[in-house]
């Protein structure tokens, strides 16, 4: 359904129990199908730990893992076991999976969509396909939508209605895809998935023979490794996003530790540095057994073009910059530590978001032109809030002559309009006629009218 409609209904929904109990507001996220793609490949990886092979289905928008299990039942005391375990482990991270098991891709695709619960996975023996499988909808094939569309034209809505259909005529009634998912789901015909590629770790490892009893030897281990992580990362033109640090004392208990820096980077020293932050801020065992370093998140390394001396020109300002920001969040905590994410609202007060700097998921998805476009028409100095001023206007709907703000008279001279109007689905709307004036000082000010009440505001200055 539209946004908007889905937003109102939940509006109406939540109106009559807010006064009876506390609920949490709806979240709405934009559509983002190359982010759903890679966190559905990252959770194909994460199921490493029940077979090597594993992937991610072949479909425009995919929504659904493949995992080969073949020899792998046994470990895991068979394959009700096997689908349970992976059942709770979705649950665990708050998914609601639906697993099945089945003999081929096609009939565990169909069991999971259309015969497994989210606390009940389907498990569909061989032997079980020809009398499970028919009684389906032709939606459990696979189908694209104009298929199905045909179908259900003719009147034809389960599986068993195309098994007793003359097979040379369905490649020129409805083209090859349904015979091929047809056979494919009964094991006639072969299929396979592309498995992804397994994690390279990022990790290294500590354990020496006699316990770390002094920091400046826990120093020196972790510099070494340090270099040895990072160079690693720099033969493939990646940086360090966050990374895990984990103490071991002797009596087995871990300490676990956490660096977010704001943009990748490659540098041993300020990591180091940003690692010595975080244990600053904890209470260290006297004897440690063994050190551990990951890298968490990674991204790509900046690079920019050098001048005829060989030197970056504007890079050391911005090293500084950055370099301030990463001491902060590991010091303070990377909570306290915010820079704003500019949205795509009209509405002034709701067109940023908070951030922490060394959030790696923190990224800006509108198009920069529009956003030079759009920020050269508002103020440099935006107010928090609106502030009421008292406006003196000829006619009821059109500019003020003068209005006053700040124990101040100000005269306009000339002005520009812009009318700001937000969906009637909101919460709060925003109903205003913005105007950029010029006052006879030479000041220029961003003042608003509301529309449903005719009152003035004066929003931020142009400096």
């Not at 100000?410 to 709307?429: A, D, K, M, N, Y």
Request: charged share 25%; net charge negative; hydrophobic share 40%.
């Amino acid at each position: 359904m539209p946004l908007a409609e889905a937003e109102t209904l939940m509006d109406c929904n939540l109106a009559p129990r807010k006064a009876k109990t506390t609920v949490r507001e709806p979240h709405f996220q934009a559509f983002d199908p190359a982010a759903d793609l890679d966190r559905l490949r990252q959770l194909a990886i994460d199921c490493e730990c029940f077979t090597p092979l594993f992937g991610i289905e072949d479909a425009e928008f995919p929504e659904s893992l493949l995992l080969d299990v073949t020899g792998c039942l046994h470990l895991f005391g068979g394959d009700q076991d096997l689908a349970s375990r992976l059942s709770e482990t979705f649950r665990a991270r708050e998914f609601l999976p639906r697993v099945a098991i089945a003999t081929t891709i096609g009939a565990a695709w169909a069991a999971a969509h259309f015969l497994a619960k989210q606390k009940s996975p389907a498990v569909v023996s061989s032997s079980q396909l020809p009398a499970v499988l028919p009684p389906l909808p032709l939606a459990a094939l696979r189908l694209t939508v104009n298929i199905l569309s045909v179908l259900q034209e003719l009147g034809l809505r389960t599986i068993s209605q195309i098994q007793v259909l003359p097979r040379a005529s369905i490649p020129s009634r409805f083209g090859p895809l349904l015979l091929k998912r047809l056979d494919q789901a009964f094991g006639d015909e072969p299929e396979f998935f592309v498995a992804e590629k397994p994690r390279e770790p990022f990790a290294v490892h500590w354990e020496g023979e006699f316990p770390i009893k002094s920091r400046e030897v826990l120093h020196a281990v972790s510099q070494e490794l340090l270099e040895d992580l990072l160079s690693r990362l720099t033969k493939r033109r990646e940086g360090l996003r966050q990374l895990r640090c984990v103490l071991r004392d002797c009596r087995r208990r871990s300490y676990e530790f956490h660096v977010g820096f704001t943009v990748p980077t490659d540098h041993a020293r300020h990591t180091f540095e940003m690692l010595c932050l975080q244990w600053e801020r904890a209470d260290l065992p006297d004897e440690m057994d063994s050190i551990h370093l990951e890298a968490v998140v990674t991204g790509s390394l900046q690079t920019a073009q050098r001048d005829l001396f060989g030197h970056e020109p504007g890079t050391d300002k911005d090293r500084e910059v950055v370099t301030l920001l990463d001491r902060l969040s590991n010091r303070l905590g990377s909570r306290t530590v915010l820079r704003g994410r500019l949205l795509p609202e009209a509405q002034p007060e709701v067109a940023v978001a908070y951030e922490p700097c060394t959030d790696p998921e923190m990224r800006t998805s509108i198009d920069p032109e529009c956003l030079k476009t759009k920020l050269s028409q508002r103020p440099t100095s935006l107010f928090t809030q609106p502030e009421s001023i008292e406006a003196l206007a000829i006619a009821p709907d059109g500019l003020p002559q003068s209005f006053r703000w700040n124990h101040q008279e100000h005269h306009v001279v000339r002005s520009w309009q812009e009318r700001i109007e937000t969906g009637w689905w909101r919460v709060v709307s925003a109903n205003r006629d913005y105007f950029r004036i010029e006052v006879h000082t030479g000041h220029h000010f961003w003042i608003f009218r509301r529309l449903d009440q005719q009152d003035w505001f004066i929003h931020g200055t142009f400096d």
